[in-house]
């Protein structure tokens, strides 16, 4: 069993492996575009270059505004789908600007129907005294 023991064992610091250093790559980049002048770039690639989309197991996605957008699908696609999603928003903040307008118009008509009645009572109280 001892021997079992000591055969198992292995030295903490004793292992001497030490691998030898990899050579520093010669190119960081074998794509050859970043070497050319705008204008060949252009020429290569056009000048719209236009959103990245990809095509994953028949599902054609594209991105648009920071997010991933399916253009195949169900009925309403997603890009419908974020279209109406941002009109939504838009119209509820219409809506409640709409609302706070007419609670300050509210408030406006309030006050100047109490000084029409402060004015009325006044000039009830003028004639009387005449």
Request: aromatic fraction near 4%; avoid cysteine; charged fraction near 30%.
């Amino acid at each position: 069993m001892e021997e079992l023991k000591r055969s198992l064992r292995m030295p903490l610091f004793g292992n001497t492996f030490s691998p030898k250093k990899t050579p520093p790559r010669k190119s960081a980049s074998l794509s050859s575009l970043h070497t050319l002048d705008r204008s060949t770039r252009e020429i290569e690639l056009g000048l719209e270059y236009g959103p990245p989309a990809l095509n994953i197991g028949g599902q054609s996605l594209k991105f648009e505004d920071g997010q991933w957008l399916s253009e195949t699908g169900g009925s309403t696609s997603n890009r419908e789908l974020q279209r109406l999603k941002k009109r939504n928003l838009q119209l509820e903040e219409e809506n409640n600007l709409l609302k706070l307008k007419i609670e300050t118009l509210m408030d406006m008509l309030t006050e100047t129907t109490v000084e029409y009645h402060m004015i009325e009572k006044e000039l009830e109280d003028l004639k009387s005294q005449h």
